[in-house]
């Protein structure tokens, strides 16, 4: 690990020597599994502490620096809204501790390989839930109660910010991981996150140790709530984005 543990540096994130265990068995265990179902297409040591883990951690100064630098004294709820193989909601619970973590796929295999990563790692404060956001966004358990909500790779903005924002409390933060094309897409989603009730608060470029790629992470705080028929259900969200 001592590609992460030079990125992190860079970043300002010390890791303790149980987090770096941590991140080394979370490896172990994505290369294992990747050759039973697809979780990624890296997964490469090198690449996956790179593009994967780096990758994620690289949003969390800004994350911590737009919630109070993470000193509040309640618990902060997080959800990470596609999940996927873990990202970024993994990386930033390991990173973070302190934070609850609810990891929210539609994919059967891929919930139980999140659910045996939780088990490995001894990760307190993390819940894994197989569902739809269209569908868990509109529960009163998931809807408005989370103050981070993130995704990656999971669809274009004008779409992914209709099953991202209805997860986040007012006050709360929504975080989108973004490559190229970044700026076209924000673009066509800034009707949508205003419909939904937030408001972007930081559009950044973003540097990844180690790397040379373009990357941005959007954060847009809710300011109101989500008028309640959004998420529309059915694919509409990829169908007909409200951009």
């Given amino acids: 690990m001592e590609l992460l543990l030079a990125g992190c540096s860079q970043l300002g994130l010390p890791l303790s020597q149980t987090q770096i265990d941590q991140f080394r068995r979370y490896y172990e ?10 979780l990624t297409a890296i997964d490469d040591e090198t690449g996956v ?11 969390l ?47 059967g295999k891929k919930v139980r390989f999140l659910q045996e990563v939780v088990t490995a790692l001894q990760l307190k404060a993390v819940q894994v839930v197989q569902g739809r956001a269209e569908e ?26 209709e099953y991202l924002l209805p997860f986040a409390r007012q006050g709360g933060i929504v975080v989108a991981y973004k490559g190229p094309g970044a700026a076209e897409e ?35 705080k809710k300011q109101r709530r989500t008028p309640p028929q959004y998420p529309r259900g059915q694919g509409l969200p990829r169908k007909q984005p409200l951009g």
């Fill in 29 to 38: 265990l994505l290369a294992e599994w990747n050759q039973k179902i697809n």
């Fill in 49 to 59: 502490q790179t593009k994967h883990f780096l990758d994620c951690l690289t949003g």
């Fill in 186 to 220: 924000f673009i066509e989603a800034r009707k949508a996150i205003d419909l939904l009730g937030g408001e972007v608060v930081r559009f950044a470029p973003v540097q990844v140790p180690l790397l040379e790629e373009e990357r941005r992470v959007l954060l847009i």
């Fill in 136 to 161: 868990l966004g509109h529960q009163e358990t998931y809807r408005e109660q989370f103050d981070l909500v993130t995704a990656r790779a999971v669809a274009r903005l004008d779409t992914l910010v």
């Fill in 61 to 107: 100064p800004l994350i911590r620096e737009e919630m109070g630098g993470g000193s509040s004294t309640r618990r902060l709820r997080a959800i990470d809204v596609g999940a996927g193989a873990g990202f970024p909601g993994l990386p930033l619970k390991i990173a973070w501790p302190e934070l609850h973590m609810t990891l929210l796929d539609g994919t």
